[in-house]
């Protein structure tokens, strides 16, 4: 029996939207296979969770969701998506906003994440998801310059 566990076949994502939208899905729904059908059959993929330690490989990023999934999935919307494209690498710098409701009642938290997707045999996967702590209330600010138009 193999230590590591496969995640079973995905639908061949046509771009890097789509495998970034199956992606959030599956944290909104806490749907650990769902998840892991999005990255790649690699075992250099990498994840670091807001504050964590960097998970490396498969079986500790599924772990690493499992932990997260206990309570059910995540609230979680993409925002401020900035992308970068070449024919087989996509890298997108984001701000997720996280709805958070207690007894105090509901919060907005922001987590500003990189997530970077390769175009593999099966479609476009995603190889690292970098999330960093954002702040609590409004979204975070983006600072530069706005990309210029070439006509």
Same mark, same amino acid.
């Given at each position: 029996?193999?230590?590591?566990?496969?995640?079973?076949? %995905? !639908?061949?994502? %046509?771009?890097?939207?789509?495998?970034? %939208?199956?992606?959030y899905e599956a944290l909104q729904q806490g749907d650990i296979d769902r998840l892991m059908a999005v990255w790649a059959d690699d075992d250099e993929i990498a994840?670091?969770?807001?504050?964590?330690?960097?998970?490396?490989? !498969? %079986?500790a990023i599924r772990a690493g969701f499992e932990n997260i999934f206990a309570t059910g999935?995540?609230?979680?919307i993409p925002e401020q998506v900035h992308r970068l494209h070449t024919m087989t690498a996509a890298v997108h710098h984001l701000a997720e906003r996280i709805t958070i409701t207690s007894a105090e009642g509901t919060q907005t938290a922001w987590v500003l994440a990189t997530n970077v997707f390769l175009k593999t045999e099966q479609g476009w996967r995603l190889v690292v998801h970098h999330a960093s702590p954002g702040s609590v209330g409004e979204p975070p600010p983006v600072m530069g310059e706005p990309p210029s138009l070439l006509h």
């Open positions: 029996m193999s230590l590591r566990q496969k995640p079973p076949p %995905a !639908a061949l994502m %046509a771009s890097p939207e789509d495998t970034e %939208a199956q992606f994840c670091v969770h807001p504050g964590g330690p960097r998970l490396v490989g !498969a %079986a999935g995540i609230p979680v």
